[in-house]
């Protein structure tokens, strides 16, 4: 396919804005609300007040793409399996493509000041540059910026 490139083990398509516009909602479980959209907000993101009550909010990453922050007690009524402590198990690295990598490090850098965690240092792989955070509750964030017109031809080089 002329319109993608590998990235690792996968093939990520980059012409993904000629596919059918869909949303994707990340539903995370959080252990204080009020604390974690406070966490999120000096971030600069911000939240859909029509999906936003005492018992979850809808923060939102971009026009499509949003994170369903949801009280412990609320988040199990959707499923019969036990949730993970987030500090010490990880299920799920949410991944957060931006403009710059200086765009990068500003993002990770509020982070740390607002209470999160960095859980490895940065990379720079010449193509793209990538550090992330752990949030209030242990969720992995990944931050990256990647220039894909000068991604490797070929899986895994200057990866």
Same mark, same amino acid.
């Given at each position: ?8 083990? =996968? ?11 869909k949303q994707i909602f ?16 000096k971030l600069g993101f911000?939240?859909?007040? &029509?999906? %936003? ?10 026009d499509n793409i949003f994170?369903?922050?949801? !009280? ?6 959707? %499923? ?8 010490? =198990? !990880?299920?799920?690295? =949410? ?8 765009? !990068?490090?500003?993002?990770? =850098? ?16 010449? @193509?793209?540059?990538? @550090?992330?955070? &752990? ?18 031809? &070929? ?5």
């Amino acid at each position: 396919m002329d319109d993608a490139v590998w990235y690792g083990r =996968n093939k990520v398509i980059i012409n993904i804005l000629t596919c059918m516009s869909k949303q994707i909602f990340i539903n995370l479980p959080v252990k204080d609300l009020n604390i974690t959209k406070e966490f999120f907000s000096k971030l600069g993101f911000t939240f859909n007040p &029509q999906f %936003t009550d005492e018992k979850s909010a809808c923060m939102i990453i971009s026009d499509n793409i949003f994170a369903m922050l949801l !009280v412990e007690e609320f988040f199990q009524t959707f %499923t019969k399996k036990e949730i993970i402590d987030a500090t010490k =198990n !990880v299920e799920v690295i =949410n991944a957060i493509a931006v403009g710059s990598k200086e765009e !990068v490090k500003e993002l990770a =850098n509020k982070a740390f000041a607002a209470g999160g965690v960095k859980y490895k240092e940065p990379k720079d792989h010449g @193509w793209m540059y990538e @550090w992330g955070f &752990q949030d209030l509750d242990g969720h992995i964030w990944e931050l990256f910026y990647a220039d894909v017109s000068k991604a490797p031809e &070929q899986p895994g080089e200057n990866h």
